[in-house]
């Protein structure tokens, strides 16, 4: 069985500062990974997601993510916090093995991430 | 562009009452899905239609029904509401259906918060 951890329910941040929030994976095959954002009273909105290639990601409003394989993670990065950045992400898997489907994709938990001015 | 509209965006039952709960997307997407949202849970998905005709149980269908009326709408029905239901809907869509729904971004509409007393 897949499975996702989001070990942090919350991350603070002051302004101006590089923020990472962690997102850690069980697949028995190869993994496809996303990341999420929803912001207050919205649904979510896609940020970027890991197929195969690079290890590094870029996505939209200036996030990163960092796919790395010998430790299972997909740790979500930005060099710089804004206030605005200030919202729950989610972090999500889907086993490259499985037949498809949505029922093949795993949602975190989700951790809010607070940009503090 | 409106993208996934859902509605209501709240509603407020009693026990046993029935409602629907709508969803339409001018994407021309294949795939189409319902999640619930729970406090420290993230998203578990209820039903999903790969494509127009079809539909599929999620992770949690029990107490819920379906209907993909066309390519554009899918509807989620609650028969006889319960305390446990309480919860935010979301729909989503995605573009593919099949086998290549494993690589492919999801649509989500803005929510339907649900409070069943």
């Known amino acids: 069985a897949q499975s996702v951890a989001q070990p942090e329910d919350q991350v603070n941040v002051a302004e101006g500062n590089p923020l990472t929030v962690k997102c850690t994976y069980s697949?028995?095959?190869?993994?496809?990974l996303f990341w999420y954002v929803q912001y207050p009273n919205r649904g979510l909105q896609f940020l970027l997601k890991?197929?195969?290639?690079?290890?590094l990601v870029k996505g939209s409003y200036g996030f990163e993510a960092e796919f790395n394989k010998s430790q299972t993670s997909f740790h979500l990065k930005k060099p710089s916090a804004l206030v605005s950045d200030s919202a729950l992400y989610f972090c999500?898997?889907?086993?490259?093995?499985?037949?498809?489907?949505?029922?093949?994709?795993?949602f975190g938990k989700g951790t809010h991430l607070i940009i503090q001015p | 562009n409106a993208g996934v509209t859902q509605t209501p965006k709240f509603q407020v039952l009693k026990t046993g009452q029935s409602m629907t709960l709508q969803c339409a997307q001018d994407?021309?997407?294949?795939?189409m899905y319902w999640y619930r949202q729970d406090p420290g849970m993230g998203l578990r998905l209820i039903y999903y239609?790969?494509?127009?005709?079809?539909?599929d149980k999620g992770e949690v269908p029990n107490g819920y029904n379906v209907s993909r009326l066309n390519k554009r709408e899918f509807s989620l029905r609650l028969e006889s509401a319960a305390p446990s239901q309480t919860s935010v809907y979301f729909c989503?869509?995605?573009?593919?259906?099949?086998?290549?729904?494993?690589?492919?971004?999801?649509?989500f509409g803005s929510g339907t918060q649900l409070s069943v007393l």
């Open positions: 999500a898997v889907r086993d490259g093995a499985s037949g498809g489907g949505a029922d093949g994709l795993t």
């Open positions: 989503a869509s995605s573009a593919k259906g099949g086998r290549r729904m494993k690589s492919e971004k999801l649509f």
């Open positions: 890991y197929i195969t290639g690079d290890n």
């Open positions: 994407m021309n997407h294949n795939s």
């Open positions: 697949v028995s095959g190869n993994p496809y």
């Open positions: 239609s790969a494509s127009e005709g079809t539909t």
